[in-house]
Structure formats: C-alpha cells, structure tokens
C-alpha cells in the first residue's frame, strides 16, 4: 500500500513540473512573438572602431567639407554648392532625436555619425535650398540601417518634405508635398538598403559597404528632384579600387540611373567627387557632379557671430547668403 502511494505520488509530481514546464514555454514563445514587443537589445559583438576612428570623430569638432555643385534641372546643367558636414552625436533609440542629456539617458543612448546635406544652386530666377540628414550608429554590426533619414526642398513653388524612421523592423516614412501626384502619404515598408546610409558608411570604412545585386531605397533627394515614387528598386552596387582611391557605383537599370562616389583609399575616407546620371522630367538625360574644393573640422555651432562669417570664405561659400 505504501508503495502504492509513493509511486502515485511521484506520477503526480511529475506531472506538475511538466505542466509547469510547458505553461512557462509557452508564455516565452508568445513574448518572442509578440510584434508590438520592445526594440531588442543588441545581440552580435559591438562594431570595431579603431583608435584612428575614434581620435578623429570625437574631437569635439565637425567635419565640413564643401563642393563644386553642377546641378542638373529642366534640362540644363546649374552651377552651386553641395555641402556636407559629418559630426558625432548621441541619438535616443526610442525617441530617435539628439540627447539633451546623454548621462542621464542609459540604455536609450546610441552613438551615431550624423550627416548633414545641404545643396544650393538657382534656376533661371529662383533658388533652389536641399538638406538631407542621415543618423547612422556606429555599431553596425548591430544596427546595419540608419536610425532616421529626413530630407526637405525649398523653393519658389513651395516645400516638400520626407522623413524614414526605422522602427520595431520597419521603415515609417512621411511625405509631405504641394505636388498633387505626392501630396501627403504614409509609407511602412519591410527594411532594405538605403541609398542615403551610404555616404555614413563611406566614413565609417568604405569595404562595409553594400555590394551585389539588392532592394534599395534610392536617395531622399533623388526621389525629390525625379517625382518617383517612394518605393525600393533593384541596384548593382560596386567597391572598385585603384591605387588611391575607391569608386562606389549604384546601378539603377530600372530607372536609367548611375550614381559614382569616388573616395579617399585612406583614412579618414574623403568624399573626393560623385556624379548622379539620370533622366530629368524632359526624359533627357544629363549628370549632375560635385567636386571636392575645401575640407575643415571646426565646431561651427559656436561660429554665429558676425565675425566669424569669413570663416564662409574661407569655405569657398558665398558670404552673405545660403
């Protein structure tokens, strides 16, 4: 009788910890699945920077450099300026703007390389003023896409604007516009390369770029100047090199389009030039090209007095306007 009673009593316990077992197996597998669930934490060794890399980028300062802009619009080339300033910064994972705070943010804080894209060039009697900002994180071997990508156009017809946050594996994207074929729209779209990340990658070293045949997303600003739809396109990208330098090639057959982006083979990776070939609205076929023409670090936000507009010249940028 007794054993009788010990063997029931171990069947029952046996039991209980395998229900047990299975409730807690199936309150795991319905967390991991939940689509709504928290950004997750990092899970691959954190990317590599160099000491080089690092001296370099977390100086304090801003890397400006400036280029000779030939603009193609309305089936004419337009002589401007292309600027870009690359600058470290920390960035909130969640709210996916600059910390005010770092110290105080914990994990929220993510290290990013910021680009910011300014073009300026006149058509005929009216202006044309470009920006696209890219916030990249330096770890990417983590965190392979930019965090947030927004582009605006001005010019006398009105403004148009575009912002891509990467959320949760997704691609949010606004469009604002005064076109009626754009308008205002609201894109979700599955995560692929994105042109605009490029130019961040270049500077963190240009063999992690993206090679092969690939879904990408072209430029904010592509997209702008061309009215394309807002959508992911099949591209040929291409690293070759020589001597001196890298050429990185986007190949977009679908739309007639070849982006070049010649860089520096050593560190810290200039940009040296690119040029953009595809069709203007006309269907005629033209380059867009910039040129290298001066580079400074400098921290430009403390250089807002009147006194420091020579600084501009020495840019090689017009001294009293955009």
């Not at 690092?54 to 801003?62: P, R």
């Not at 994105?194 to 092969?212: A, K, S």
């Not at 997209?223 to 990208?237: D, E, G, P, Q, T």
């Amino acid at each position: 009788m007794k054993n009788t009673i010990s063997q029931l009593f171990n069947i029952c316990f046996f039991l209980l910890v395998l229900s047990c077992n299975n409730e807690t197996a199936d309150v795991n597998n319905n967390e991991n699945s939940n689509p709504h669930g928290p950004i997750l934490a990092a899970k691959k060794p954190q990317y590599h920077l160099t000491g080089e890399w690092k001296k370099y980028w977390h100086d304090g300062n801003a890397e400006i450099t400036t280029y000779r802009l030939k603009q193609s619009r309305y089936g004419e080339i337009h002589e401007g300026n292309f600027t870009n300033i690359f600058v470290t910064e920390d960035f909130s994972k969640l709210a996916q703007v600059k910390l005010d705070d770092p110290s105080a943010a914990g994990s929220d804080k993510i290290s990013i390389l910021k680009l910011n894209q300014a073009v300026k060039f006149v058509t005929g009697i009216y202006p044309y003023s470009l920006m696209l900002s890219v916030f990249s994180p330096v770890d990417i071997n983590n965190y392979p896409h930019a965090i947030k990508i927004t582009a605006s156009a001005q010019e006398w017809c009105g403004i148009a604007f575009f912002q891509l946050n990467n959320r949760n594996n997704r691609y949010l994207i606004e469009q604002r516009s005064y076109f009626e074929n754009e308008s205002d729209q609201d894109i979700s779209m599955e995560p692929v390369i994105l042109e605009d990340e490029c130019w961040n990658i270049i500077r963190m070293d240009p063999l992690e770029l993206p090679q092969g045949d690939h879904l990408v997303l072209p430029g904010a600003l592509y997209l702008r100047l061309s009215h394309k739809k807002i959508s992911a396109v099949r591209a040929k990208l291409t690293l070759v090199t020589n001597d001196s330098n890298y050429i990185y090639t986007a190949a977009f057959a679908s739309l007639n389009r070849r982006l070049n982006i010649t860089i520096e083979k050593k560190f810290p990776y200039k940009i040296l030039e690119w040029d953009d070939s595809f069709p203007g609205t006309d269907g005629k076929l033209l380059t867009s090209s910039a040129t290298l023409n001066k580079t400074m670090r400098i921290a430009y936000w403390k250089k807002h007095n009147t006194t420091d507009k020579k600084i501009r010249a020495e840019l090689g940028l017009p001294i009293d306007t955009q």
